[in-house]
């Protein structure tokens, strides 16, 4: 047989029969004096091999690997690591489609998912009930708001799963209380105050007191833990220096003086 009828047989494509010449994959005929090679049937016999092989999902290197001495014991091997492989993925598939689905409702629900999405279904939800706050006052979204729903996404995306019982205490103290939100509003409208302000000014006091006294006891203590953790007030460089430079000099100063007054003791 010549490489084309080979690779007719077995049904694949002569370029792929080259390749595996040059990857040592399938040994490669000695040409004939008229320059062509000629294949067996044992050469099919293998080619065909290679190819259920790959079907399989085995790489290339796993298919040299089986066809190798003790064929049998090592093909086992290989097909149970496919196997349960094979097993882990159709799992992430399974949850990956069922975070799909959650998305899918949350957009039908309301109309559209918020810039920050995906995230997880709590914060999905506060997200939500933020959108909802927010439709019941006058004029344009606060700046604000939006800074707090991406420092939230951030957070839940960086923090490690075993460190962040205060963030996901955060989001149920936030949604346990609806007034929360609503008083937050004043708060933000204050920072939006704060813009074009330098750090000096006597606002900036007022906004850290509005900040500290607008939060419910479950939040006062997740954001003493998040001033430890993340944003120490003294803290310079890393994720505080980001943090902070992404405010106006007022607006800093104020979430610092904030930060500050939480950590004090309790008079």
């Not at 005929?29 to 091999?49: C, I, T, W």
């Not at 092989?53 to 064929?71: F, H, N």
């Not at 004029?139 to 019982?165: F, H, I, W, Y």
Request: charged share 30%.
């Amino acid at each position: 047989m010549r490489i084309k009828e080979l690779a007719d047989a077995v049904g694949i494509t002569t370029r792929a029969v080259r390749h595996y010449h040059r990857i040592g994959l399938l040994p490669e005929p000695p040409r004939q004096p008229n320059g062509y090679r000629q294949y067996s049937l044992r050469d099919a016999v293998e080619l065909a091999r290679i190819r259920r092989l790959t079907e399989l999902g085995l790489s290339l290197d796993e298919v040299r690997d089986v066809l190798a001495e003790d064929v049998g014991k090592d093909l086992a091997d290989i097909l149970g690591e496919l196997d349960a492989d094979l097993a882990r993925q159709e799992e992430s598939i399974r949850q990956r489609r069922a975070r799909l689905a959650q998305l899918l409702r949350q957009a039908e629900a309301d109309g559209r998912l918020s810039d920050e999405a995906p995230v997880s279904p709590a914060l999905a939800a506060l997200f939500h009930d933020m959108s909802r706050a927010c439709a019941r006052h006058p004029g344009p979204e606060p700046a604000m708001v939006v800074k707090e729903r991406e420092l939230l996404a951030l957070l839940e995306t960086s923090v490690p799963d075993g460190g962040r019982g205060w963030l996901d205490g955060m989001i149920h103290a936030l949604r346990a209380d609806p007034e929360v939100i609503a008083r937050s509003y004043e708060v933000y409208a204050q920072l939006d105050e704060l813009l074009g302000a330098h750090d000096g000014d006597p606002r900036v006091e007022t906004a850290a007191c509005a900040i500290v006294s607008s939060m419910p006891e479950g939040i006062r203590e997740a954001m003493k833990a998040l001033g430890g953790q993340q944003m120490n007030a003294a803290g310079e460089g890393g994720f505080a220096e980001a943090f902070f430079a992404d405010f106006a000099p007022a607006q800093a100063a104020a979430i610092r003086r904030a930060i500050q007054l939480l950590q004090e003791p309790t008079r």
